[in-house]
């Protein structure tokens, strides 16, 4: 896939050497947290959303990455659909749906995605990403600073306001408890 939107003799050589530096199975996986691996899952997986947009027309389709959602009000065509694509999948990518994390629920119940569980009017931080970073803060004892800012600038895109100050209590340190906005 690659050589067919790169021609570059060079820059497909370094891909190659970058997609192999990771393979603990021959010919699977690519360097996860390389800024590359976000251009690699474009490229490999513009091909499932041009069939869930073109050959099932769904309308209601995002992607990030390896995390994608489809909405619909109607469950049994939600079923459908995740058979088509775990379908597609399989035999043209050579990937699976995971197991635990493919699923159909109602959206009122809030969609986990990228982090955050979205509700109609508010987000909210994943309960496992707060519980991660706090270990994380309790391993890094001697300058936390630059990784409490970097989170608290992620959490500032969930409805966090009182979880940010709470942690500025417990973490005993002055943190921006500013509200973002977006519009």
């Known amino acids: 896939m690659l050589q067919k939107k790169i021609k570059d003799e060079k820059v497909l050589w370094l891909l190659k050497i970058i997609i192999k530096s990771n393979n603990k199975e021959l010919g699977k996986g690519i360097p996860i947290g390389n800024l590359t691996s976000q251009l690699f899952a474009n490229i490999y997986l513009n091909k499932l959303d ?13 992607r990030y990455m390896d995390d ?5 009000y109607n469950k049994r065509e939600l079923r459908i659909i995740k058979e088509q694509i775990q379908e597609f999948l399989q035999n043209r990518l050579g990937l699976e749906l995971h197991l635990k994390k493919a699923n159909i629920f109602p959206a009122n119940k809030g969609i986990d995605f990228l982090g955050y569980v979205n509700f109609e009017n508010y987000r909210l931080l994943r309960k496992s990403t707060v519980k991660r970073f706090l270990k994380r803060t309790n391993n890094c004892q001697k300058n936390p600073r630059n990784s409490l800012q970097s989170w608290l600038a992620y959490a500032k895109f969930g409805n966090s306001w009182r979880l940010r100050k709470s942690l500025s209590t417990k973490l ?12």
């Open 172 to 183: 005993k340190t002055k943190l921006c408890l500013t509200k973002l906005f977006i519009s």
């Open 68 to 72: 994608f959602l489809v909405l619909s």
């Open 50 to 62: 041009q069939f869930v947009k073109h050959c099932l027309r769904i309308k209601h389709y995002i």
